[in-house]
């Protein structure tokens, strides 16, 4: 049986909350990364997905402001940077919306050799109760999943 080697990992968690946007997060990642991560995940998106921010930008857009935080956490030094997919929503036209910027969102990613993380395992079913949009505890556990299988935790 092969023995699973401890790492030592310190996690820094940045988030900019109150209906934070991708090109919000353009913008304040530049405080994340203050304390020169050596890894960098990006989760966002999800507040772009509604139409409703920032004048209805096209899913492209979004996932280019999405994109350019990736590549500013490179240009400051990042060792690897992920980008993690747009969240299923209970809304049917914001899930497109949100399915239309993942969908860039992978295509960009290749381009600028950023790992995209793919949750598409997360269901609806793995939202709150009488929400739309965040996540259970059980959907939490299944982010934190895919991020580890991604970072080969």
């Not at 899913?59 to 590549?71: K, M, N, W």
């Not at 690897?80 to 809304?91: D, F, G, M, T």
């Not at 899930?95 to 609806?124: A, H, P, Q, W």
């Amino acid at each position: 049986m092969a023995k699973l080697v401890e790492k030592d990992v310190y996690v820094k968690k940045f988030a900019y909350g109150g209906g934070a946007t991708a090109s919000h997060l353009k913008h304040y990642i530049d405080i994340g990364l203050e304390c020169n991560p050596e890894i960098v995940i990006i989760h966002g998106g999800t507040n772009d997905i509604s139409g409703s921010n920032e004048n209805d930008k096209h899913p492209r857009t979004v996932a280019s402001e999405l994109i350019e935080a990736g590549v500013k956490a490179k240009n400051c030094g990042a060792k690897e940077v992920y980008i993690s997919s747009v969240l299923p929503v209970r809304n049917h036209q914001q899930d497109s919306r949100g399915k239309d910027i993942n969908k860039y969102l992978r295509m960009l990613c290749r381009e600028e050799s950023i790992t995209f993380v793919d949750n598409s395992n997360i269901s609806t079913g793995l939202l709150e109760d009488g929400d739309n949009v965040h996540l259970n505890q059980w959907g939490s556990r299944e982010l934190c999943k895919n991020f580890a299988h991604y970072l080969n935790y």
